[in-house]
């Protein structure tokens, strides 16, 4: 009995020191690759909205197509970050913040991927823009798209930097960009009613500004990703200023 | 395990050495010593033997009385226990026996020898007393013929007990020498671990790059020369580590001043050097991104796909990408890979620099050249199909024809308007070149009021309210002439883009060192996208429209060069629909212009000193 016990007890011993190491590094790789990937994927997409935005107010034709074929670039980078996530899960088995690190960045993924949509349609409705006579937006385009940009720009400085505090200022900023658009949807009521020949582009307008606010949304879904990542608190559905 | 230090390990060496020698000394000596002792105990006992069988008388041998008086007295005098052996190996007397018979002794060897003529020793264990002796048996000879036989016997305890004193005194030398040879390794071993441990030190701190202390006493001279050494090597590193900062310092100085963006990443991406002109371009600040990863440290699209392109391309790339950080810029980038001397992958070079500002002025340029060629065309074209109509002859009335001059000549005019304005521009870029600008210190308000009362007219006409905001009392260091030129300019242009029953203002605003005067409509305004390029030459908001208000295009521009003339510049902001402000802002250097003037004079002489 003894005898049988003993050699147990070696390979544990060397499990212990030599095994277990090696495929933390092993991990380690895999995690800062992931972080590149993400990094990468989530300037795609920035650019994207900066584009987009650029394409509506400059009333730039070829800016928007550019944005539009763009998203086939940003719809395949999040694939690969997707696959790059499920290999780590299923090779390194990580626990603790990895494993966290590795579920935000899977999140994450899908709020970029769905930001990069979104951009994508607002390029969409500068097309449907030019088509007609040109409109002043009836809000403030620079200002919400400014601060809309900010937003996902901290959310994911937050994610490079791992600050918490950055992460928790994107989800108090997403009430500003809210109130634009509930007050751009009440100016476009009363507008419509006024100049009912600007009926369409107003109403592309709004759904300018409602595009906004969604890329806004996700932009705190990935702050609050960001959070998780962290200090493992899921903030999703508190208000903010409570954790 | 538990290393012990140089002098235990010494000193626990010598002890086991010296030890295990001594002891084999010792012990030899002991049985060397015995061996002689026992050898020069029986040869004595020999002889003692056969002077005692001379003595011995035959007759006395044989009677057992006799023998037994006699074996005691001889017993006595030679320290030995004696017997008396009969030729048919009967014990006849001993000194030592009970009254008890002994056992038959001829088998004895020595008693064998002894019958046969020869005196023998030798040394055996005797079954009687059960102890080691040493015999010595001699024949006591009558008429040439052994009759009997005298045995001596001493035990050999006796003689080893007596050689004891000598043995102990060589043991006692042994472990002198033991503990000297001790004591002395232990105190050499003390010195050179203390020397060691010194060097040691000194060896440690040299790698910390601590300054080398003076040298100790040391024990052993091949210390010192190791330290003398060590002294050189210090120079060495010292003279070294002088040399790496100095370079390193020099490096610091290129960066920082070159303009150029120089970002440096090792072999695995990651950033190991940026100057200060490539965190201003890329809006960094002081944000620390050494270490870090150019994606994790840039956030651009277009930067990292250069950076990435840059790693794979495995060659020097150059281009021009986008960036959108506080503002939208361009640069123009390069990248050169990094070789070691044995041409291995070291890192990459990024140099890139802002041509943004070139950019612009490349579209400013081409723009001008094709807007003046329309806007002088225009003119020219209306005017040449007029004179060519009359000149067909074809019009024969004489209203029609007064018209048709009467467009030509507004064209005329028009075109002259043009050249008018062209050649003042260049005379306001020619005057701030060369620093010809007559500025004299004079009261604004007739300024003002002059240029309103000359546009009142054109306002009246649209029924447009012109009102002016002016303390009487502002004086300000401009050229009357040209200000009244910009405000006519701005006045004009506040005029034709308001609404009918507008309203226009001209508010002028003095603050400490500087002087506003802004003109403000609530016409149609501007959109944010013109802002930017609204002072350049020709530069039309909307096509159309301007040319039908009429205007140069060139009074913005005008108004810019004035401004600039005054030491200062314009500005304009506008919200479409609500209405445009344009601001001509002056510098006021009021009465410290001399003052200035001489403390400049002092730096410069400062400087060349």
């Known amino acids: 009995m003894i005898k049988n016990k003993a050699p147990t007890n070696v390979i544990q011993a060397n499990f212990g020191s030599e095994f277990k190491p090696m495929s933390r590094s092993h991990l380690d790789r895999e995690i800062e690759k992931l972080k590149q990937m993400i990094l990468a994927l989530s300037a795609l997409v920035e650019e994207s909205v900066h584009r987009a935005v650029r394409s509506v107010r400059d009333n730039d034709v070829e800016l928007a197509r550019m944005v539009i074929d763009g998203d086939s670039e940003i719809d395949s980078a999040e694939v690969d970050v997707e696959e790059e996530c499920l290999k780590a899960l299923a090779l390194y088995q990580p626990v603790t913040i990895d494993l966290r690190f590795i579920v935000a960045v899977l999140k994450m993924n899908n709020d970029l991927e769905r930001i990069g949509d979104l951009s994508a349609n607002i390029a969409g409705r500068a097309l449907s823009l030019a088509k007609h006579p040109p ?11 400014e601060k809309t940009q900010k937003m996902l720009r901290d959310a994911l400085q937050s994610l490079v930097t791992m600050d ?13 960009v809210d109130e634009i658009h509930r007050a751009t949807y009440k100016r476009v009521q009363e507008e419509v009613k006024r100049t009912p020949q600007h009926a369409t582009q107003l109403i592309t307008y709004l759904s300018v500004a409602r595009h906004l606010e969604r890329i806004a949304d996700q932009a705190t879904n990935i702050a609050e990703d960001v959070i998780y990542m962290i200090d493992g608190a899921i903030v999703r559905h508190t208000p903010e200023g409570q954790i | 395990m538990k290393r012990f230090s140089l002098r235990w390990q010494l000193t626990a060496l010598l002890v086991a050495i010296t030890g295990v020698t001594i002891l084999a000394l010792c012990i030899t000596a002991r049985s060397e010593l015995i061996k002689a002792g026992v050898r020069e105990a029986q040869s004595s006992l020999l002889q003692k033997s056969i002077f005692a069988a001379k003595s011995s008388k035959v007759n006395q041998v044989l009677t057992p009385k006799d023998a037994q008086i006699l074996s005691e007295e001889q017993g006595e005098a030679l320290a030995a226990r004696v017997t008396y052996i009969l030729k048919d190996g009967t014990v006849t007397a001993d000194s030592k026996a009970e009254n008890g018979h002994l056992a038959e002794h001829s088998n004895r060897p020595e ?8 005196a023998t020793s030798v040394m055996r264990y005797s079954t009687t007393l059960e102890r080691d002796f040493i015999y010595a048996a001699a024949p006591i000879i009558d008429h040439q013929d052994p009759v009997a036989v005298i045995r001596l016997s001493v035990p050999l305890e006796t003689i080893v007990r007596s050689l004891e004193s000598s043995i102990r005194r060589v043991y006692i030398v042994g472990g002198l020498c033991f503990i000297l040879i001790i004591s002395v390794v232990y105190i050499v071993g003390s010195r050179l671990e203390s020397d060691t441990t010194a060097t040691v030190f000194a060896l440690t701190e040299l790698a910390a790059g601590n300054i080398l202390s003076p040298p100790p006493n040391f024990s052993f001279r091949a210390f010192d020369s190791i330290w003398n050494i060590l002294r050189t090597l210090r120079n060495v590193v010292d003279k070294r580590a002088d040399l790496l900062a100095s370079i390193e310092r020099d490096l610091d100085a290129i960066l920082m001043t070159i303009t150029d963006g120089v970002i440096l990443v090792d072999s695995s991406d990651k950033i190991i050097r940026i100057n200060g002109a490539a965190r201003n371009l890329l809006d960094l600040d002081k944000k620390n991104v050494i270490g870090l990863s150019i994606p994790e440290a840039v956030f651009s699209a277009e930067f990292q796909r250069f950076v990435r392109n840059a790693g794979a391309r495995g060659k020097p790339l150059s281009g021009t990408i986008a960036f959108h950080g506080s503002s939208e810029k361009l640069f123009q980038i390069s990248s050169h890979r990094l070789k070691d001397f044995d041409s291995t992958f070291v890192g990459t070079l990024f140099v890139f620099s802002e041509v943004t500002h070139i950019r612009r002025l490349e579209n400013v340029r081409s723009d001008f050249v094709a807007n003046v060629s329309h806007e002088l065309k225009t003119p020219v074209t209306s005017i040449k199909g007029f004179v060519e109509t009359l000149l067909g002859g ?22 002259h308007a043009i050249i008018e304005d062209l050649l003042s521009l260049s005379r306001l870029e020619e005057g701030q070149r060369k620093r010809t600008m007559h500025l004299v210190r004079s009261r604004l308000r007739p300024i003002i009021e002059a240029s309103v009362r000359e546009c009142a007219a054109r ?16 004086d300000a260091y401009v050229n009357p002439g040209l200000l009244e030129q910009a405000l006519v300019n701005l006045i004009d242009n506040a005029i034709k883009y308001s609404l009918e029953g507008g309203r226009v203002e001209v508010i002028a605003t003095e603050g400490q060192r500087d002087l506003t005067i802004t003109v403000q409509d609530n016409g149609i305004g501007i959109e944010k996208k013109h802002l930017s390029r609204i002072f350049e030459r ?9 040319r039908d208000v009429g205007g ?23 919200h479409p629909g609500k209405g445009s402000a344009f601001s001509i802002h002056l510098t006021q250097p009021a009465a410290e212009e001399s003052l200035q003037a001489n403390g400049q004079d002092f730096m410069e002489t400062s400087r060349r000193m």
Do not use: W
């Open chain 1, 135 to 145: 409109l002043e937006p009836p809000f403030d385009l620079e200002s919400m798209s």
């Open chain 2, 111 to 118: 008693v064998k020898n002894a019958l046969l003529g020869r």
């Open chain 2, 394 to 415: 074809g019009v024969d009335d004489e209203k029609d024809i007064t018209r048709f001059l009467g467009i030509i000549s507004a064209q005329t005019d028009r075109l």
């Open chain 2, 552 to 574: 140069t295009g060139l009074g913005l521009s005008i108004v810019k060069h004035i401004a600039q003339a005054h030491g200062g510049f314009a500005t304009v902001e506008s």
């Open chain 2, 459 to 474: 306002a009246d006409a649209r029924n447009i309210s012109l009102v002016f905001e002016c303390s009487p009392t502002v």
């Open chain 1, 164 to 176: 918490s505090n950055l992460a928790n200022s994107v989800r108090t900023a997403d009430s500003a």
């Open chain 2, 538 to 546: 020709f530069y039309r908001v909307d096509k159309g429209r301007s």
